[in-house]
Protein backbone atom coordinates (compact mmCIF):
# COMPACT_ATOMS: atom_id res chain seq x y z
CA UNK A 1 0.00 0.00 0.00
CA UNK A 2 2.84 2.56 0.82
CA UNK A 3 4.56 1.79 -2.50
CA UNK A 4 1.38 2.72 -4.28
CA UNK A 5 0.63 5.73 -2.54
CA UNK A 6 4.26 6.76 -3.23
CA UNK A 7 3.08 6.56 -6.98
CA UNK A 8 0.29 8.51 -6.64
CA UNK A 9 2.22 11.03 -4.46
CA UNK A 10 5.18 11.49 -7.09
CA UNK A 11 2.76 11.37 -9.85
CA UNK A 12 0.82 14.17 -8.59
CA UNK A 13 4.13 16.03 -7.73
CA UNK A 14 4.84 16.01 -11.15
CA UNK A 15 1.39 16.69 -12.44
CA UNK A 16 0.97 19.78 -10.15
CA UNK A 17 4.38 20.81 -11.56
CA UNK A 18 3.64 20.44 -15.38
CA UNK A 19 2.66 22.90 -17.13
CA UNK A 20 2.19 23.16 -20.61
CA UNK A 21 1.38 19.48 -21.63
CA UNK A 22 3.18 16.24 -21.42
CA UNK A 23 6.73 17.41 -23.15
CA UNK A 24 7.12 19.76 -19.77
CA UNK A 25 7.24 16.20 -17.45
CA UNK A 26 10.07 14.82 -19.26
CA UNK A 27 12.39 16.84 -16.90
CA UNK A 28 10.55 16.27 -13.68
CA UNK A 29 9.88 12.11 -14.58
CA UNK A 30 14.17 12.26 -15.47
CA UNK A 31 14.74 13.95 -12.20
CA UNK A 32 12.47 11.86 -9.90
CA UNK A 33 11.41 8.51 -11.96
CA UNK A 34 14.73 8.17 -13.17
CA UNK A 35 17.48 9.80 -10.67
CA UNK A 36 15.41 9.76 -7.28
CA UNK A 37 13.68 6.55 -7.64
CA UNK A 38 15.14 4.66 -9.76
CA UNK A 39 11.76 3.08 -11.50
CA UNK A 40 13.10 3.60 -14.72
CA UNK A 41 16.06 3.93 -17.12
CA UNK A 42 16.36 7.32 -19.41
CA UNK A 43 15.88 4.95 -22.33
CA UNK A 44 12.95 3.52 -20.77
CA UNK A 45 11.30 6.34 -20.48
CA UNK A 46 11.79 7.25 -24.28
CA UNK A 47 10.22 4.04 -24.72
CA UNK A 48 7.28 5.39 -22.90
CA UNK A 49 6.75 8.32 -24.05
CA UNK A 50 7.08 7.13 -27.99
CA UNK A 51 4.33 4.07 -26.75
CA UNK A 52 2.53 6.94 -25.45
CA UNK A 53 2.40 9.18 -27.98
CA UNK A 54 1.21 6.80 -30.45
CA UNK A 55 -1.95 6.00 -27.69
CA UNK A 56 -5.06 8.11 -28.09
CA UNK A 57 -5.05 9.96 -25.16
CA UNK A 58 -2.70 12.53 -23.03
CA UNK A 59 1.01 11.51 -23.73
CA UNK A 60 1.63 12.94 -19.26
CA UNK A 61 -1.09 10.13 -18.38
CA UNK A 62 -0.03 7.79 -21.07
CA UNK A 63 3.35 8.08 -19.82
CA UNK A 64 2.80 7.82 -15.98
CA UNK A 65 -0.10 4.99 -16.43
CA UNK A 66 3.15 2.93 -18.29
CA UNK A 67 5.36 3.58 -15.04
CA UNK A 68 2.61 3.00 -12.64
CA UNK A 69 1.82 -0.17 -14.02
CA UNK A 70 5.31 -1.34 -14.87
CA UNK A 71 5.68 -0.68 -11.15
CA UNK A 72 2.63 -2.07 -9.24
CA UNK A 73 0.40 -3.36 -12.60
CA UNK A 74 -3.09 -2.62 -12.87
CA UNK A 75 -3.41 -0.65 -8.77
CA UNK A 76 0.32 1.32 -10.26
CA UNK A 77 -1.35 2.35 -13.33
CA UNK A 78 -4.48 3.19 -11.25
CA UNK A 79 -2.40 5.31 -9.01
CA UNK A 80 -0.35 6.94 -11.73
CA UNK A 81 -3.44 7.75 -13.38
CA UNK A 82 -4.77 9.26 -10.36
CA UNK A 83 -1.94 10.83 -8.83
CA UNK A 84 -1.20 13.01 -12.67
CA UNK A 85 -5.01 13.80 -13.27
CA UNK A 86 -6.24 14.99 -9.87
CA UNK A 87 -3.70 18.05 -10.03
CA UNK A 88 -5.34 19.68 -13.24
CA UNK A 89 -8.54 18.90 -12.28
CA UNK A 90 -8.41 20.66 -8.88
CA UNK A 91 -6.27 24.04 -10.66
CA UNK A 92 -9.26 23.29 -13.62
CA UNK A 93 -11.89 23.66 -11.32
CA UNK A 94 -10.81 26.38 -8.87
CA UNK A 95 -9.66 28.52 -12.20
CA UNK A 96 -13.58 27.96 -13.79
CA UNK A 97 -14.59 29.36 -10.09
CA UNK A 98 -12.90 32.32 -10.19
CA UNK A 99 -11.90 33.02 -13.96
CA UNK A 100 -14.12 36.04 -14.33
CA UNK A 101 -12.92 38.11 -11.82
CA UNK A 102 -9.25 37.74 -12.94
CA UNK A 103 -9.14 37.74 -16.76
CA UNK A 104 -9.20 41.10 -17.43
CA UNK A 105 -6.59 41.99 -14.92
CA UNK A 106 -3.03 42.91 -16.83
CA UNK A 107 -0.84 41.56 -14.38
CA UNK A 108 -2.55 37.98 -14.89
CA UNK A 109 -2.30 38.55 -18.55
CA UNK A 110 1.56 39.10 -18.25
CA UNK A 111 2.17 36.11 -15.81
CA UNK A 112 0.42 33.68 -18.53
CA UNK A 113 3.08 34.86 -20.80
CA UNK A 114 5.81 34.49 -18.67
CA UNK A 115 4.44 31.08 -18.36
CA UNK A 116 3.90 30.08 -21.69
CA UNK A 117 7.89 30.79 -22.29
CA UNK A 118 9.37 28.92 -19.45
CA UNK A 119 6.85 26.07 -21.14
CA UNK A 120 8.91 26.85 -24.01
CA UNK A 121 12.27 26.31 -22.56
CA UNK A 122 11.23 23.17 -20.80
CA UNK A 123 9.92 21.54 -24.13
CA UNK A 124 13.36 22.91 -25.90
CA UNK A 125 15.30 21.25 -22.71
CA UNK A 126 13.44 17.97 -23.19
CA UNK A 127 13.55 17.41 -26.75
CA UNK A 128 17.78 18.12 -26.44
CA UNK A 129 17.46 15.30 -23.64
CA UNK A 130 15.02 12.71 -25.67
CA UNK A 131 17.48 13.75 -28.67
CA UNK A 132 20.74 12.48 -26.96
CA UNK A 133 19.57 9.15 -26.07
CA UNK A 134 17.95 9.03 -29.13
CA UNK A 135 20.33 9.50 -31.82
CA UNK A 136 22.02 6.43 -31.47
CA UNK A 137 24.14 6.34 -34.84
CA UNK A 138 23.62 8.26 -38.61
CA UNK A 139 20.59 6.76 -39.23
CA UNK A 140 18.59 7.76 -36.28
CA UNK A 141 19.60 11.55 -37.21
CA UNK A 142 18.44 11.48 -40.71
CA UNK A 143 14.82 10.28 -39.53
CA UNK A 144 15.18 12.96 -37.57
CA UNK A 145 15.65 15.38 -39.71
CA UNK A 146 12.94 14.01 -42.01
CA UNK A 147 10.58 14.53 -39.91
CA UNK A 148 11.26 17.77 -38.24
CA UNK A 149 12.06 18.77 -42.02
CA UNK A 150 8.15 16.82 -42.49
CA UNK A 151 6.85 18.79 -39.55
CA UNK A 152 8.57 22.62 -40.09
CA UNK A 153 7.29 22.41 -44.34
CA UNK A 154 4.15 20.91 -44.35
CA UNK A 155 1.16 19.86 -42.52
CA UNK A 156 2.23 16.35 -41.42
CA UNK A 157 0.15 13.97 -39.16
CA UNK A 158 2.32 12.86 -36.31
CA UNK A 159 1.11 9.61 -36.77
CA UNK A 160 2.85 9.49 -40.34
CA UNK A 161 6.83 10.38 -38.69
CA UNK A 162 6.26 7.57 -36.19
CA UNK A 163 5.20 4.87 -37.80
CA UNK A 164 7.68 5.75 -40.64
CA UNK A 165 10.83 6.01 -38.39
CA UNK A 166 9.47 2.55 -36.93
CA UNK A 167 9.64 1.06 -40.53
CA UNK A 168 12.90 2.78 -40.91
CA UNK A 169 14.25 1.16 -38.14
CA UNK A 170 12.85 -2.65 -38.88
CA UNK A 171 13.91 -2.25 -42.19
CA UNK A 172 17.44 -1.13 -41.76
CA UNK A 173 18.47 -3.31 -38.71
CA UNK A 174 16.75 -6.27 -40.27
CA UNK A 175 19.21 -5.43 -43.29
CA UNK A 176 21.76 -4.89 -40.90
CA UNK A 177 21.18 -8.56 -39.52
CA UNK A 178 21.35 -10.22 -42.71
Known sequence: MAELFTILATFFKIGILTFG????????IQKDIVER????????VIDYYAISQSLPGIIAINTAMLIGYRKKKTLGLA???IGMS??????ILIIAMFIENFIDIEIVAHIFNGIRVAVAVLIVNAAVSMGKSSMKDAVCF??????LLAFTFATVSPVLPVVAGAVAGIAIKGRAAR
Open 79 to 81: AAA
Open 142 to 147: LIFITA
Open 86 to 91: LPSIII
Open 37 to 44: LGWATNEE
Open 21 to 28: GGYTMLPL
